[in-house]
């Protein structure tokens, strides 16, 4: 993609389209996922220095390997693991729901759903500690071709579904967006006139 997607705009945006909510994924998400990648930076360090233990002789370039290397994983794997959180994001829309995936260093996919075609909003916390902290997953299903996304009043999952994962206030956004839908679909001329998301508690967003 030659454009970056700003809170202000986004690569595909429809001329008119109003932007109601830009997601991006929680900055806790993002510190955990760089945990991580130090902790194999220390488990490959610490690994290279135990075998260096072992081999007197060549002990001082197992602890030169274990150095480099760590360094190494450590640097980069920031830099890409932060790099993908900022390419991770989604719109929300007057008109759909946009969301920006990356797959590669270098590639992003986009995938996005009308407000038309979506049907139900789900939301829910990966873990305890998640649901306590309000952080969350939100996933707005789509209708399925085959049995218009509905068997016994049960939502079938669906490759077109949009999940967004470690949202903040997900509840109150999975709230915003059945709003968005009740909106477009029983009185489609006042869905430009809801206003855009506040990420604050309830009764301090306007």
Same mark, same amino acid.
């Given at each position: 993609?030659?454009?970056?997607?700003?809170?202000?705009? #986004?690569? /595909?945006?429809?001329? =008119?389209?109003? *932007?109601?909510? $830009?997601?991006?994924?929680?900055?806790?998400?993002?510190?955990? +996922?760089?945990?991580?990648?130090?902790?194999?930076?220390?488990?490959?360090?610490?690994?290279?220095?135990?075998?260096?233990?072992?081999?007197?002789?060549?002990?001082?370039?197992?602890? #030169?390997? /274990?150095?480099?290397? =760590?360094?190494? *994983?450590?640097? $980069?794997?920031?830099?890409?693991?932060?790099?993908?959180?900022? +390419?991770?994001?989604?719109?929300?829309?007057?008109?759909?729901?946009?969301?920006?995936?990356?797959?590669?260093?270098?590639?992003?996919?986009?995938?996005?759903?009308?407000?038309?075609?979506?049907?139900?909003?789900?939301?829910?916390?990966?873990?305890?500690?998640?649901?306590?902290?309000?952080?969350?997953?939100?996933?707005?299903?789509?209708?399925?071709?085959?049995?218009?996304?509905?068997?016994?009043?049960?939502?079938?999952?669906?490759?077109?579904?949009?999940?967004?994962?470690?949202?903040?206030?997900?509840?109150?956004?999975?709230?915003?967006?059945?709003?968005?839908?009740?909106?477009?679909?029983?009185?489609?001329?006042?869905?430009?006139?809801?206003?855009?998301?506040?990420?604050?508690?309830?009764?301090?967003?306007?």
């Amino acid at each position: 993609m030659s454009m970056k997607n700003t809170d202000e705009d #986004f690569y /595909g945006r429809q001329e =008119g389209e109003k *932007i109601l909510y $830009v997601v991006r994924p929680h900055s806790l998400a993002t510190l955990i +996922r760089i945990a991580k990648v130090y902790l194999v930076a220390a488990i490959v360090f610490l690994t290279l220095i135990l075998i260096g233990g072992q081999l007197p002789v060549v002990s001082s370039l197992f602890v #030169f390997l /274990g150095t480099t290397l =760590g360094l190494v *994983i450590a640097v $980069v794997g920031t830099k890409v693991t932060s790099d993908y959180q900022k +390419r991770n994001i989604s719109y929300i829309t007057d008109r759909r729901i946009v969301h920006f995936e990356p797959t590669t260093l270098f590639a992003t996919n986009s995938r996005s759903l009308s407000w038309d075609e979506a049907v139900k909003v789900k939301t829910y916390p990966p873990n305890v500690l998640w649901k306590q902290m309000a952080i969350g997953n939100v996933v707005v299903h789509a209708r399925t071709p085959a049995r218009g996304g509905e068997v016994d009043g049960v939502y079938e999952s669906s490759v077109d579904d949009i999940e967004l994962r470690d949202v903040y206030y997900y509840r109150d956004l999975g709230n915003y967006i059945d709003k968005i839908l009740f909106t477009y679909k029983q009185k489609p001329r006042e869905v430009t006139e809801i206003r855009p998301f506040v990420l604050k508690p309830r009764g301090e967003r306007y």
